[in-house]
């Protein structure tokens, strides 16, 4: 299973390289949906750890989610300020034409 994620991790991030290499911005796509897949299910496993916890543990466990949450809001705003910041160089280089 641990081979079949690492395969799978290697392809996406080969099609990374080589969309970063020749600007075919489809070539990053898979690569953003795996990752981003694998932020929403780390928090759904975090949540669910929680969920089952002793009350003893759930404090520390409450404080990991909600690390958790913040990785993954800050992975989506990343990801549109950086397609924002793409669009609008893309849409300057095109009025100078």
């Known amino acids: 299973m641990s081979l079949a994620v690492q395969l799978l991790l290697a392809i996406a991030s080969a099609l990374l390289v080589a969309g970063a290499a020749r600007r075919a911005r489809f070539l990053l796509l898979p690569w953003l949906v795996i990752f981003g897949l694998l932020q929403v299910s ?5 949540v669910l750890c929680v969920v089952s916890l002793p009350s003893h543990a759930k404090v520390l466990a409450a404080a990991v989610a909600a690390l958790e949450v913040r990785k993954l809001l800050n992975y989506k705003i ?8 793409h669009t609008t160089i893309f849409s300057m280089q095109f009025l100078k034409k």
């Not at 780390?42 to 975090?46: F, G, I, K």
């Not at 990343?78 to 910041?85: G, L, R």
């Open 42 to 46: 780390l928090v759904v496993a975090v």
């Open 78 to 85: 990343s990801f549109n300020v950086i397609n924002i910041v």
